[in-house]
């Protein structure tokens, strides 16, 4: 139950790049999240009202992408999406898997703002 | 209206990577083994670091541990029986323990610096889920497991395990009694992280201590690696 905290991460970060756009809105930011990050996605949509309130970002949309896991087979030189997080076989040959290609990721991609028209 | 996508591509826990980041090259420095003990609450982190700590003492290596709860300090004293420098990280509510309060509890530390330890162990908050975030800069994240706690713990926290160098499992000594299904423990914890190295072991009778110990002066010896 972290989430909280991640999010309030989020609103910081954006809000710091948030100088060069003086003055703009925000109206979206844009999450990539591995699906062994540990966090939950509705958890940091709840959260994210919460975090925003008060501060640039308030009103904007969360959009999380979520990363299925991805593992390298060495005997077969592929990599394999996974469909879960209970099994990290190769797709093709059923081998254990311990290299994770992706899936670890929690990381900001973009944002979208509203920027002010400059009035002559 | 004028919109703009601003790409950022940036790791949202990029300040606690960036403290870890430079915790591990000080680590690495002093030559000190840093590991990061992470279970659930009850699972016998403290009693199998307790034992830890006596016997990698008794075997004249300097060791200390840095131990983190919500609230009390508990652990710490118990922990501090040993012999060994312990000191307590509370939280006050945090479900983690980040790169931050490591480097906040490691300045100022009477009588101990990284220089003067050959191990530092992290005892992490009671928790399988959000600890699995946070880089400590820890050479060796061990996941701990007992025999109480169900054989299908891994399937349930893959995201822990999966992150884990190393596996320990606790309170062998009543396995029988608790109906463990040790094949079935070892087979679901190598589903969720294939290859990994598992310990077997009894804070209570000693069980598997020597192996867990080998592997610790052999990681040590490995240096920066």
């Known amino acids: 139950m972290h989430e909280l905290s991640i999010v309030s ?7 710091e790049s948030l100088g060069a756009y003086p003055g703009a809105k925000v109206l979206e930011v844009r999450l990539r999240v ?25 009103g904007s949309q969360l959009v999380v992408q979520v990363l299925p896991v991805v593992v390298h087979c060495e005997a077969c030189g592929i990599d394999s999406e996974l469909e879960g997080v209970q ?7 059923g081998e254990l898997c311990g290299e994770i290609r992706q899936g670890r990721e929690l990381e900001i991609e973009s ?4 920027e002010v028209e400059e009035t002559a | 209206m004028t919109t703009r996508i601003v790409e950022l591509r940036r790791g949202i826990l990029k300040k606690n990577d960036e403290l870890a980041a430079g915790l591990r090259a000080s680590y690495a420095a002093a030559g000190v083994l840093v590991l990061n003990l992470v279970s659930s609450p009850g699972t016998g982190k403290t009693a199998f670091l307790e034992r830890t700590l006596r016997e990698l003492k008794a075997r004249g290596a300097r060791v200390a541990a840095l131990v983190g709860d919500l609230e009390t300090d508990n652990d710490a004293r118990r922990l501090a029986a040993s012999g060994a420098p312990v000191r307590q990280i509370n939280t006050h509510g945090i479900c983690h323990l980040d790169a ?9 530390w009477d009588g101990v610096t990284l220089g003067g330890l050959d191990y530092l162990f992290i005892e992490n908050v009671g928790n399988l889920v959000c600890p699995s975030s946070y880089d400590l800069g820890e050479k060796i994240r061990v996941a701990l497991l007992s025999v109480t706690e169900g054989e299908d713990k891994p399937l349930k926290y893959p ?28 087979r679901n914890i190598n589903e969720i992280r294939p290859g990994i190295r598992i310990f077997e072991t009894s804070a209570k009778t000693g069980a598997g201590m020597e192996e867990w110990l080998g592997y610790l002066a ?8």
Do not use: Q, Y
């Not at chain 2, 490591?102 to 100022?108: F, P």
């Not at chain 2, 395990?161 to 309170?171: C, G, L, P």
């Open chain 1, 87 to 93: 099994s990290f076989r190769c797709t093709r040959c």
């Open chain 2, 218 to 225: 052999e990681a040590r010896s490995v240096r920066n690696g």
């Open chain 2, 100 to 108: 931050e309060m490591i480097g906040r509890h490691l300045d100022g």
């Open chain 2, 159 to 186: 995201t822990l395990f999966n992150s884990a160098d190393a596996a320990v499992i606790t309170k062998m000594d009543i396995a029988e009694p608790c109906g463990f299904d040790r094949e079935l423990a070892l």
């Open chain 1, 111 to 114: 944002f979208e703002i509203d």
């Open chain 1, 9 to 15: 991460s989020v609103v910081e970060s954006v809000t």
């Open chain 1, 34 to 58: 591995g699906a062994l990050a540990s966090v939950v996605v509705e958890s940091l949509e709840f959260c994210w009202g919460i975090a925003a309130e008060g501060t640039p970002l308030e």
